[in-house]
């Protein structure tokens, strides 16, 4: 279902009829808080994954 959003939420774009400057502002808006989760989410991984260094017993269980 998620990945059926960014369909939904244009559609709705579409049925408003808004000027294109408007619609491409919220189709702007929309790209911006994707990027923005997408950052946090890559952001905390690494904090969480640089905090421990890698040894050859922690490697051994990555893989």
């Given at each position: 279902?998620?990945?059926?959003?960014?369909?939904?939420?244009?559609?709705?774009?579409?049925?408003?009829?808004?000027?294109?400057?408007?619609y491409?502002?919220?189709?702007?808006?929309?790209i911006?808080?994707?990027?923005?989760?997408?950052?946090?989410?890559?952001?905390a991984?690494?904090?969480?994954?640089s905090?421990?260094?890698?040894?050859?017993?922690?490697?051994?269980?990555?893989?």
């Amino acid at each position: 279902m998620y990945a059926g959003f960014p369909a939904i939420y244009t559609a709705i774009l579409t049925q408003q009829d808004l000027h294109p400057i408007t619609y491409h502002a919220y189709l702007g808006l929309y790209i911006l808080g994707y990027l923005t989760d997408d950052a946090l989410m890559v952001g905390a991984s690494v904090i969480a994954l640089s905090s421990h260094k890698l040894t050859m017993q922690t490697g051994a269980y990555s893989s």
